[in-house]
């Protein structure tokens, strides 16, 4: 996620301490909160795909998703 994104996701917070976000502000910082939580599980999955279990006999597994 953008550098800049994030930003304004802080910035929106802090406003949000002071006064009520107005609706449009709202509809923005839920939008750029949705892009920062699916670009998160991304990169959280992309980990566990690659994330090898080994048994003490020395072998390793791949993770396995649940069904």
Same mark, same amino acid.
């Not at 949000?16 to 609706?23: C, D, I, N, P």
């Given at each position: ?5 994030? %930003?304004? +996701?802080? #910035?929106?917070?802090?406003? &949000? ?17 949705? %892009?920062? +939580?699916? #670009?998160?599980?991304?990169? &959280? ?23």
């Amino acid at each position: 996620m953008e550098n800049s994104k994030l %930003e304004r +996701i802080n #910035e929106l917070a802090h406003i &949000a301490k002071e006064r009520e976000l107005t609706a449009e502000e709202l509809a923005e910082r839920d939008t750029l909160r949705k %892009e920062y +939580i699916a #670009e998160w599980r991304a990169g &959280a999955m992309q980990v566990l795909d690659n994330t090898y279990i080994q048994t003490p006999d020395g072998k390793k597994h791949k993770l396995q998703r649940k069904k």
